[in-house]
């Protein structure tokens, strides 16, 4: 519900203290306070509303002007210029100026000096109560004189204590609002915007609430301290720099009020803000979101470093094996040396037979001195040694008449490995060629990046594709194990043929291998 401005009731606590807000003049805030029809629906929802309907002509409704009866010069100063004029509680604050005419002419009917003849001690005639009823009114119509009283008058400036609000939010949330919700009714009628935003229940939006704070974080207060205290009264002074000194003095004491009544709105806020069970029901929903994405993030980062030590032994077993495999084939180096520099000889003799048998015009008949080199640089033992056994063996190597014809076929058979495994090796130095020069652009990249930000961001966890995986398995193929450049074999085959944003890891592609090999139906 928003709140208007107006004065209190003549119930309402004393005590001064201060405010935080820019002091404006008062003739700058002319016709901000709502009076009237407005001032009345601004006031009290659908009571109040129908009340203003009551009004004979649309206006303030004469049935809330009560003149008070009783009114001596005794008791003159318990009344305030409102009371006087039939204005009780609230609906001081809604009356316009004609509805104060029309008080003042019921007020005067009834406490004019012909009908209600106060007597002073002496027996003279007692004007106090009619000079008071013609004080409201000359106040009350005047927008900056009325200001001035409305600001001076009792007012409750109480805030729950610490305790307080701890005791009432120990029966529940809801607590909260019946404890601030008068308090910032209270304070509201001094706000210069209006409507003042209502503070609201449990089901408030968040951002209302935020809004709410907002306003009240930057409240502007019409409420003007000046005469709060004064200490000096201007129109006394017996010259016009006494009444400069004067009027300077009186107007830092109303200055020092406005600066209290800043704190005090600051406290306020300060404490409703912290102790709304909204705002802290959202604190404590972040801080849980927050804990939960850092415990997800650890146990991410835990399941990585499992799955990436379990990778690495995975890797480093079969790398074991292969070795222990070869070496328990492998057979002395002088020796293993000597049997492929024989089989290569052998070889050479046994193709220059086919070229005396009318197999081919070159040296080698059937395949040329290119072939033949390149047949033997990529021929194991055990491949020169089927080839020359299918063409008759060593006892053929000394005698043409011995030479297997079939076995032209196995050695030409052989070459066509060799000239892939021969393309595969052209094409290894090209991809480390590559991958150097990428290397190169990553670290410049990388540099540049570090220069533009404070801080190098963490890179996210890369989503690998079905292209990716299939890559892979032919690069796991095609460096089987037993080599020690193995896995930078085939990092730098990934990050060429591949060609990603982010360059492959060794540690990445050892872990994808891993799960290649193990649930090969869930990424294939």
């Known amino acids: 519900m928003p709140f208007v401005l107006g004065p209190p009731s003549s119930s309402g606590a004393t005590s001064w203290v201060a405010a935080p807000f820019p002091s404006s003049s008062l003739t700058t805030l002319t016709n901000v306070v709502p009076v009237g029809t407005a001032a009345l629906r601004l006031l009290g929802g659908k009571d109040k509303e129908s009340a203003v309907k009551k009004g004979a002509d649309g206006g303030f409704p004469e049935d809330k002007i009560v003149i008070p009866v009783g009114i001596t010069p005794e008791n003159l100063n318990k009344f305030t210029l409102y009371d006087v004029l039939g204005f009780s509680g609230d609906w001081g604050a809604a009356a316009d100026v004609e509805a104060i005419r029309k008080a003042y002419h019921k007020a005067v009917l009834m406490y004019h000096p012909d009908k209600a003849q106060f007597k002073t001690a002496d027996g003279k005639e007692d004007r106090t109560v009619f000079l008071k009823i013609q004080e409201a009114f000359n106040v009350l119509t005047n927008d900056q004189k009325r200001r001035m009283y409305d600001s001076q008058l009792p007012f409750d400036e109480s805030i729950p204590s610490e305790e307080r609000i701890q005791k009432q939010l120990a029966k529940g949330p809801q607590k909260f609002f019946k404890l601030f919700a008068p308090v910032f009714q209270r304070n509201a009628r001094f706000g210069v915007k209006k409507p003042v935003p209502d503070l609201g229940d449990m089901d408030t939006p968040l951002n209302e609430v935020y809004k709410f704070y907002e306003y009240w974080v930057n ?8 005469g709060v205290g004064a200490e000096h009264k201007p129109d006394d002074a017996s010259s016009r720099e006494e009444k ?4 300077k003095e009186n107007d830092r004491i109303a200055k020092k009020l ?37 415990n997800a993030k650890e146990n991410a980062a835990r399941k990585k470093a499992e799955e990436e030590a379990a990778a690495k032994e995975w890797a480093e077993r079969l790398e074991a094996e292969e070795r222990e495999r070869q070496a328990s084939l492998k057979v002395d180096k002088e020796k293993h040396k000597k049997a492929m520099a024989k089989g290569r000889n052998i070889i050479r003799k046994l193709l220059r037979f086919s070229a005396e048998m009318g197999r081919g015009s070159g040296e080698y008949g059937i395949i040329s001195s290119n072939d033949v080199e390149l047949l033997c640089s990529h021929s194991k033992l055990e491949d020169l040694n089927e080839m020359n056994d299918a063409m008759g063996g060593e006892p053929a190597s000394k005698d043409i008449s011995l030479v297997l014809e079939a076995g032209f076929d196995v050695v030409l058979a052989k070459l066509e490995q060799a000239k892939v495994l021969h393309e595969q090796a052209l094409e290894d130095e090209r991809i480390t060629r590559e991958a150097k020069k990428r290397e190169a652009d990553d670290k410049t990249a990388a540099d540049r990046k570090n220069n533009n930000k404070k801080g190098a961001a963490v890179a996210a966890e890369r989503e690998w594709s079905r292209d990716e995986y299939s890559m892979l398995a032919k690069c796991v193929q095609r460096y089987p194990p037993g080599s020690q450049t193995r896995w930078v074999s085939i990092t730098n085959y990934m990050n060429v043929q591949m060609k990603p944003t982010e360059s492959y890891k060794e540690d990445e592609l050892i872990r994808a291998a891993y799960v290649l090999a193990h649930n090969p139906q869930s990424v294939l």
Do not use: C, G, H
């Not at 409240?219 to 000046?226: A, C, H, K, V």
């Not at 400069?244 to 009027?247: D, N």
């Open 219 to 226: 409240f502007e207060s019409w409420r003007d301290f000046t």
């Open 244 to 247: 400069r000194w004067m009027m």
């Open 258 to 294: 406005k600066k209290k009544e800043m704190e005090r709105l600051i406290n306020l806020v300060t404490s409703a803000e912290k102790y709304d069970p909204r705002i802290n029901a959202e604190k404590e929903r972040k801080r849980l979101a927050k804990e939960n994405a850092q």
